[in-house]
């Protein structure tokens, strides 16, 4: 939905940063300009991923409708990485952003309450200008019942929370995807497999007959 926000977290190499760019690219056949915010990967890492999934082209990272803005993790400011954000979104009209990961904000802040504060600001401004945000926070944990999907203040400032976890049956390992939060919304609340194949993501079928999936170990 336009000027929704929605947060994707997962574990590592479930397919967060696959699916933002995937989200960027299916902006391209409206001719939607894109902003991805990245803090792991600069604009060449990410266009040679863009090429090995197939997408380089509709994403256009090397000056066409997606612009990749680079922060490095280390010594970043918070209010210059909001106000970058914030001319470019205005400059270009961007219609779309990504925020690879909102967890690389976190220790620029020593309040929790900061960086609440920043992330309900900034997804106030975007969608203020009728932006479409998608954040990736990644969980540390592969299986297990514990899980740290965000903040309190993040789960309530987000629109839909989207949840990708391992998933290890028969003794093969899957990936799943659920839809823990849509908001204003009687969403779907089943597991589905999620199928990463030449850089394509395809959502299967829903597990059935299969219970305490949310663990990883059913």
Known sequence: MRSSST?????????????????????????????????QENPEQLQLRASNFGIAD?????????EVL?????????????DRI???VTARQVRRVV?????ELEPAVRDPMRFDDFLASMVGFLRGHEVTTLMTREIPQLFGAELMI????????????VLLRYIELLGEIKRSIGVLKARGSDHDKQLRE?????????????????????????
Do not use: C, W
Not at 99 to 103: L, M
């Open 86 to 88: 914030r001319e470019i």
């Open 194 to 218: 999620l199928v990463i194949a030449g850089g394509q993501i395809t959502i299967g079928d829903r597990f059935r007959n299969l219970a305490r999936l949310m663990t990883g170990m059913p």
């Open 150 to 161: 965000a903040s309190r203040g993040l789960s309530y400032i987000v629109d839909n929370i």
């Open 58 to 66: 509709s994403l256009g990272l090397d000056g066409g409708l997606t």
């Open 70 to 82: 680079f922060l490095s993790p280390v010594e970043l400011n918070l209010d210059a990485a909001a």
């Open 99 to 103: 925020i690879d990961s909102v967890a």
């Open 7 to 39: 947060l994707v977290v997962g574990s590592p190499g479930t397919g967060k940063t696959l699916l933002a760019l995937h989200f960027l690219a299916a902006g391209a056949p409206t001719g939607e300009r894109g902003l991805m915010v990245s803090f």
